[in-house]
């Protein structure tokens, strides 16, 4: 039997104007995106519907509106996951999908997340770099030869799909695996506008930030098998939940691995929910044969 995975879109996703459509007609939507403001204390939806740019591409606010709007849509369609999956952020909207941690709960500790993500970039600066065209063993040899010492790292941060994947470390090593990718015959890799390295030891402050709350967070068996960025497999342990996403800070985002796993495990039909569409995209170049959708 054929079964539906959900998928949630992580940063990167957000664009000025999204969720204001569906605001504007949809109650239920609205109603989800005005408890946000709230308990937020803070006119998150503003910077959704109307930016400016600059302020929507904050860490601190990218990461919520994200998760609200991924959640909001959500609670608006009728979807029966057979399991479910998030691209980084996305775990968390994942995670309240299936019914593990409640919405409050999880935005809460998001909109957290984002400042001390912020924050973790600006007290060890560093950056990432995509990488297209070059196999995962070659891009991680790469990582492990430029890699001097702690404080001078690059490691890979993004599996996303066959022959694409993220680095991430300090900008002097990015810059020389970057020489050496191409040397190697990669076929694109350039550094990305974020504003910080993302899932790299360079993250650490939030890791300690963020473990306090984490260890008070409720987390509730799901409903369905959620499949963790941190190990690419399914749990409905809530424990394990926990553990994984305190590791998902520090460690790459196995995507294709998911993937794989998810299909593997019966997932013939993928639904991206949340801005953009880069989740189906993702899978479209990693499995042959399922079915993709999106809902925006």
């Known amino acids: 039997m054929s079964k539906t995975a959900i998928l949630f879109p992580g940063q ?4 000025v104007g999204m969720g204001a459509d569906h605001a504007s007609t949809n109650e239920a939507f609205k109603a989800v995106i005005d408890e946000a403001d709230s308990i937020l204390n803070m006119k998150l939806s503003a910077i959704m519907f109307n930016g400016p740019d600059e302020a929507l591409r904050q860490t601190e606010n990218t990461q919520p509106a994200i998760f609200v709007h991924s959640i909001a ?3 608006t369609l009728n979807l029966k996951p057979d399991m479910v999956a ?11 999908a299936c019914r593990a941690i ?3 709960d999880a935005l809460l500790f998001v909109r957290n997340r984002g ?3 912020q924050h973790a970039g600006e007290v060890n600066p560093g950056t990432m770099a995509a990488v297209i065209g070059m196999d995962n063993e070659t891009v991680e040899r790469i990582c492990n030869e430029e890699t001097h010492d702690m404080n001078d790292i690059v490691v890979p941060a993004n599996y996303n799909s066959p022959g694409q994947l993220v680095i991430s470390g300090h900008e002097a090593a990015i810059d020389r695996a970057i020489l050496a990718l191409k040397k190697n015959g990669c076929k694109l890799a350039k550094k990305l506008p974020v504003s910080g390295a993302f899932h790299s030891p ?5 890791l300690d930030g963020l473990r306090e709350q984490l260890e008070n967070l409720e987390v509730s068996e799901p409903v369905c098998p959620v499949y963790s960025n941190y190990t690419a497999r399914a ?3 809530p424990e394990q939940i926990r553990s994984n996403l305190l590791s998902q800070l520090l460690n790459p985002v196995l995507w294709t691995q ?6 593997a495990d019966g997932a013939t039909s993928f639904i991206e929910v949340g801005p953009g569409s880069v989740l189906q995209g993702l899978v479209k170049r990693t499995l042959s044969s399922v079915e993709t959708k999106g809902y925006q």
């Open 235 to 237: 749990t409905t342990n």
């Open 202 to 206: 360079l993250m650490q402050p939030a």
């Open 86 to 96: 998030g691209h980084s952020l996305g775990e968390f909207s994942a995670l309240v």
């Open 102 to 104: 409640g919405f409050e």
């Open 12 to 15: 990167g996703s957000q664009k």
């Open 115 to 117: 400042k001390l993500m």
């Open 258 to 263: 998911t993937l794989t796993n998810m299909n």
């Open 73 to 75: 849509l959500y609670e």
